[in-house]
């Protein structure tokens, strides 16, 4: 069964530096999302890309993201300077025309 | 604004009992789809269900049950006989058409003792 898959399971990095979380989402999906979870909360939207480009972004989502789709396959996230609250579980999702959308394993960020 | 409130925080049965985790969602849109996903000990949000507005008929696969109440603005998930896999936390969630972002409730949490 397709899945969505995310690369690395675990960064662990110092503040200040720069983070590139990696997905590949199912092959036939066109749209796709970010979320993330601290420890213990709720998942939140990050950010959802459709057609190369940006279609939607939450208050969280602000100059120090960026999301990429480099090739037809990977999606990316990066984190130009991480901070302490950066800390949290960073899942990706696509979804095909039926809204229903499936996640990654995730990718844990530990930012020392 | 679209929100999903989930009252339960913490849920804990023994096994074999029947449990339910209660979701209420608010809207304001008429098409609008509501999820259930389930994030065990190892981290992964496995998706369980999707129901539309419009369709109000509850669903049943093996031992999961979700009762969708467009009156009510609920949709509540029941586990049958419970076991010690099912714990894990359980996550509602709300889109709208099109598309848009998922908008979670904050969980309830399920522990099954043997």
């Known amino acids: 069964e397709p899945e969505v898959t995310q690369t690395p399971s675990h960064q662990v990095t110092q503040m200040g530096q720069e983070v590139i979380l990696r997905c590949v989402p199912i092959?036939?999906?066109?749209?796709f999302y970010w979320y993330r979870q601290i420890l213990g909360q709720k998942v939140e939207f990050l950010v959802s890309f459709y057609n190369n480009e940006i279609s939607e972004k939450s208050e969280i989502f602000d100059d120090q993201f960026s999301v990429e789709r480099p090739d037809g396959s990977n999606f990316t996230l990066k984190i130009r300077s991480t901070k302490l609250e950066d800390s949290a579980m960073y899942f990706c999702?696509?979804?095909?025309?039926?809204?229903?959308?499936?996640f990654g394993p995730g990718t844990r960020l530990t930012v020392l | 604004a679209q929100k999903v409130t989930q009252a339960q925080t913490e849920i804990s049965v023994v096994e074999k009992e029947d449990v339910t985790l209660d979701c209420v969602y608010e809207t304001r849109d008429t098409t609008y789809y509501l999820f259930w996903y389930k994030q065990p000990p190892s981290g992964e949000l496995v998706f369980l269900i999707r129901r539309n507005s419009f369709d109000e008929q509850n669903e049943i696969s093996g031992r999961y049950s979700w009762n969708f109440q467009k009156s009510t603005s609920s949709f509540n998930f029941t586990i049958t006989a419970s076991q010690v896999v099912d714990s894990a936390v359980y996550f509602c969630?709300?889109?709208?058409?099109?598309?848009?972002?998922?908008?979670f409730g904050k969980g309830t949490r399920l522990s099954v003792i043997a």
């Open positions: 999702a696509s979804a095909d025309h039926t809204d229903t959308q499936y």
């Open positions: 969630a709300l889109v709208n058409s099109g598309n848009t972002p998922l908008v």
């Open positions: 092959s036939n999906h066109l749209y």
